[in-house]
């Protein structure tokens, strides 16, 4: 009797040691190291947004996905999850800055900072790591490349704003793949020449697909916009553009052709700008745009088995929710009188086909409100700003404008009041965000962490 009872506790110690990584030899046996890592970053993307997307993608149908399951869903449940937090040095919320040059650099730092510590000390970067152990180097984003996300792996300065010096330490910088917008900043102001010095520094410097699908090795520097790249929902207006999924596509022909393998940081920079609008619609179309890049990169990793693929966000922007509400008799009259059902008489629970009006989306208020501002005065009526709008929507949203032209900010407030949401904010919240590690090295991503512990588990996945 009591020898079994020790030889339980013996089990249940070796359990644990097993569980805790408290046994190096059995965790060494247990976890093999990757050789190349692809870490995609939803710029933006809380839990909310993401939750958001999946159970659209669920309640709606959308022709992408007939089995109405989107690859992220599908991705998290193969991977494994952890939550992290993101503050910078006395303060609570963060920028994209603070956070990229947290998570590049594993240094605790401040909003606007990029690549150096909150001391403002440089700091060493997993890129810069990576190509001093002989790893290639790459970053895309469908931004603009000095934008601050990508400029936390690409650079080191003061201030985000630094856009001209961002640029030309990208270039003067030891990646192999930068492709983005912001071409402005590589050649404008006292840039002028940056490019051509780029040139001669072996950059192969490109502009649209085209040019992008020619180049084989080599370094590449692609900046297909003068500005930010656009939106998914613009996407069939730029047809020489590569989407994001077309660039990560190059990207890794190009990095994998390294035998010491590579390390490729990809920024879907569009949910954050559609998130700070306020408009679901084209959040969930930049969703669909990261999800379509989630396809190509997982089937990679998939296929080589030597990838570790890590998807998370910088910071939450938004934190877009639908909600219950009391409505008030003329909304009941309104709500029943277009078929939607309510429950105990005034309560509204949303009823599912909203999703598919968001769905439905093709352009965004942001750009149709300026327009609609730019015509005739006589003609900016009511009546055009929601036929106008509905252009957008791509079906009806009755915005119930009642005859009035709101501002920018109230014709926002009218649409997420018809979708039946409620946003916590314009900008960043300090909320709790999902990272999701597939492959080799992915154990070490469970549990609650902060995103400073980054670097530092990607070390560990490499085997450093
Ligand atoms: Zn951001």
């Known amino acids: 009797m009591k020898s079994k009872k020790y030889f339980l506790l013996l089990i249940g110690i070796l359990v644990s040691a097993v569980c ?142 630094d856009k001209y010096e961002i640029a030309r330490q990208t270039v003067q910088g030891a990646a192999q793949v930068v492709l983005g917008g912001g071409k402005k900043y590589f050649e404008g102001k006292e840039n002028k020449k940056l490019l051509k010095t780029a040139r001669k520094e072996g950059w192969t410097v490109v502009e649209n697909a085209k040019e992008l699908a020619k180049v084989k090795k080599g370094r590449v520097l692609g900046l297909f916009a003068e500005e930010a790249m656009p939106f998914y929902t613009e996407m069939d207006r730029y047809e020489q553009t590569p989407t994001l999924k077309e660039m990560t596509q190059k990207a890794v022909e190009l990095l994998a052709q390294n035998e010491n393998g590579f390390v490729l940081v990809i920024e879907a920079g569009k949910i954050d700008w559609a998130l700070h609008d306020q408009e679901a619609g084209p959040a969930m179309w930049e969703m669909v745009n990261l999800d379509e890049t989630l396809a190509y990169v997982w089937d990679f990793a998939r296929q080589q088995g030597n990838t570790l693929v890590y998807l998370n966000a910088d910071h939450e922007t938004g934190v877009p929710v639908f909600h219950y509400r009391h409505l008030d008799s003329e909304t009941v009259k309104h709500k029943s009188a277009q078929g939607e059902m309510l429950y105990s008489g005034n309560m509204d629970y949303v009823n599912t086909p909203y999703y598919q009006k968001i769905f439905d989306y093709k352009d965004l208020l942001y750009y149709v409100y300026p327009k609609f501002k730019a015509l005739p005065p006589q003609e900016q009526t009511a009546e055009k700003l929601q036929q106008m709008a509905d252009e957008a929507f791509g079906g009806h949203i009755d915005l119930r404008l009642e005859g009035q032209v709101p501002d920018y900010a109230g014709l926002i407030a009218k649409l997420n009041e018809a979708l039946g949401m409620r946003w916590a904010t314009d900008t960043h919240s300090s909320g709790m965000l999902l990272g999701v590690a597939y492959g080799p090295g992915a154990d070490g991503f469970s549990g609650v962490y902060h995103n400073t512990d980054l670097k530092g588990k990607f070390e560990k996945a490499l085997g450093w």
Not at 44 to 50: E, I, Q, S, Y
């Open 20 to 161: 805790t990584g408290a046994e190096p030899t059995v965790e060494l046996a247990a976890s093999p190291k990757a050789k190349n890592i692809i870490w995609i970053i939803g710029d933006g993307m809380g839990p909310g947004a993401m939750g958001m997307f999946m159970q659209g993608v669920r309640l709606t149908d959308l022709p992408q996905y007939p089995d109405k399951q989107s690859v992220l869903e599908r991705f998290i449940d193969a991977s494994v999850s952890g939550f992290y937090f993101n503050h910078t040095y006395n303060t609570i919320v963060t920028d994209s800055a603070g956070s990229a040059t947290q998570m590049a650099t594993g240094a605790l730092s401040r909003p606007d900072y990029v690549g150096i510590d909150y001391q403002g000390e440089k700091k060493v970067n997993l890129l810069e790591e990576a190509l001093s152990r002989g790893k290639s180097v790459g970053v895309i984003t469908d931004s603009y490349v000095a934008d601050a996300t990508p400029a936390g792996f690409l650079a080191h300065t003061k201030s985000r704003k």
